[in-house]
């Protein structure tokens, strides 16, 4: 039968550089109603029940792998009490997790790829789960080390869930659900802090360990009644198994399939063909890409290096002796006993409030991205983040420091995310893949070398790591305003 293609935006997630990218690919529909394809099954089935469902999983997957990144933040201070560690070693303890991130993420990629995602993510969440309520019996220092590294290998293929849920969902709703996640990451950073507050004074930090454990593994049983993907299927011609779960969701959402026999979309694996191709970090430092390679690289890590850093910070402020930098009296005066500062209720408090400044620093990014372009938002956002730190270096009550954090962190929510935007839509498509995981990879550097800056640093002189954080977000705010494209009302480019 004759063939009919097309041509149509999408937003797919990449795995293995856990970060989301847009792709323009063609699919092929028949002028007949003789096959269809995976894509025309979703298109046909809609958003509906099942998708809700989904939803709810991949948001509260997203969520537990959001409270396992805070938790690194309030570990240290009860660490200290416990074995007395130095500053250096509070960074190691972050560290670790980073680096086992950074170095497992394309085995899950791989793992996922072969054996299929829900496969993957019960594995991941199990995994990360068991080495997290390990962590809680960790009898000396180096052991904690082990175990947390442990967690961050782990903690790799739980991204996956986002995988398997864009590849569930029809065209029109897959910008919205990503968004969606995004918030979901907010809420978790804040819900942590609140187990925190209730857990620390009765439990410890091993109860903490313990009570952030076990949202993934209540979501690695909830992986029972994830259906596998169908395009994993599909791609490795298991069409009967694909038409089984295509008709699973057909029949949550009250709807019916295509007739016909399932086919594979043959505009797709042209287009892995080409990426294989031409997809290589040498290519993305060719011209005319190469200034603005360079920048978005500049750009990931100023990110990467500015959040988290803002998020370790916070706590090694107020734990701090220093009242004009958000420290207190009290712990003036337990300085002057033992080096162990607990945090107190009034910092868990503080903590939420600065923790939930990343849903209105979201908001804010999605009424502008639009508005005023990617690039010019990326640039404000750092901006006011440097500007904010800066203003941390004058003598001020808790309460302005609170505030002032509280925008710190939603203005460079606000700048990640924008960066998470604007990276797949500059490059060219058979070079996106590799242009979003060499800018992730970018990223997860300037997030290794962050604690040694928020708590090395920060331990030794509070003002110092104050502007480091505020050149960061200078230094962002001029990558930005420098990049070359400008992709707001940009049609996505299948060549440069």
């Not at 969701?249 to 709807?255: E, F, P």
């Not at 990467?304 to 009290?330: I, N, P």
Request: charged share 15%; glycine share 8%.
């Amino acid at each position: 039968s004759a063939m009919l293609e097309k041509e149509e935006e999408q937003i797919d997630f990449d795995a293995s550089t856990n970060s989301f990218k847009s792709i323009k690919s063609t699919t092929t529909n028949t002028s007949t109603s003789s096959t269809y394809t995976v894509h025309d099954a979703i298109e046909c089935v809609g958003f509906g029940r099942f998708q809700l469902i989904m939803s709810v999983l991949a948001g509260f997957a997203w969520m537990a792998d959001s409270m396992e990144v805070m938790l690194l933040s309030l570990l240290t201070p009860a660490l200290v009490c416990e074995w007395g560690i130095t500053p250096a070693e509070q960074a190691l303890s972050t560290t670790c997790v980073f680096v086992g991130w950074m170095s497992c993420s394309p085995l899950w990629s791989w793992f996922c790829d072969r054996y299929g995602r829900r496969t993957g993510l019960f594995f991941s969440a199990l995994l990360c789960s068991i080495f997290g309520i390990a962590t809680a019996g960790a009898t000396s220092f180096p052991m904690f080390v082990v175990l947390r590294g442990c967690v961050g290998l782990a903690i790799g293929g739980i991204t996956q869930i986002a995988t398997i849920y864009t590849e569930f969902l029809p065209t029109t709703k897959r910008a919205g659900c990503i968004i969606m996640l995004e918030f979901f990451w907010a809420i978790g950073a804040a819900v942590e802090a609140v187990i925190a507050l209730v857990v620390m004074p009765t439990l410890g930090w091993r109860g903490l360990v313990v009570c952030s454990s076990v949202p993934l593994l209540i979501f690695a049983f909830c992986c029972i009644w994830l259906p596998e993907s169908a395009r994993f299927y599909v791609a490795h011609d298991k069409t009967d198994k694909a038409k089984e779960v295509l008709g699973r969701v057909a029949r949550y959402n009250n709807k019916v399939l295509p007739e016909g026999d399932l086919v594979s979309d043959l505009a797709e694996q042209r287009e892995e063909k080409e990426v294989k191709k031409t997809s290589s970090i040498l290519a993305l430092l060719k011209k005319p890409l190469l200034v603005t390679t360079l920048l978005i690289w500049l750009v990931w890590m100023m990110n990467a290096f500015s959040y988290y850093g803002m998020t370790l910070y916070t706590t090694k402020l107020f734990q701090s002796t220093d009242v004009c930098h958000g420290g207190s009296e009290e712990n003036v005066h337990n300085n002057h006993t033992s080096l162990c500062i607990p945090l107190r209720q009034e910092d868990y408090v503080d903590i939420i409030a600065t923790s939930f400044s990343e849903v209105p620093g979201l908001i804010l990014t999605f009424l502008l991205i639009e508005r005023i372009g990617r690039k010019l938002t990326m640039s404000v956002q750092f901006l006011f983040f440097g500007i904010a730190n800066y203003l941390l270096y004058f003598c001020m009550s808790r309460t302005w420091i609170v505030s002032i954090l509280f925008v710190a962190r939603a203005f460079i929510a606000g700048a990640f995310q924008t960066a998470y935007v604007y990276t797949p839509e500059v490059y060219p498509t058979p070079m996106r893949a590799m242009g979003i995981g060499t800018a992730s990879a970018f990223g997860r550097m300037g997030a290794m070398v962050t604690p040694y800056v928020a708590q090395v640093i920060g331990d030794y002189n509070l003002v110092y790591a104050t502007l480091i954080y505020g050149t960061s977000g200078l230094i962002g705010s001029l990558a930005a305003f420098l990049l070359p494209i400008e992709t707001a009302g940009r049609q996505m480019m299948d060549t440069h």
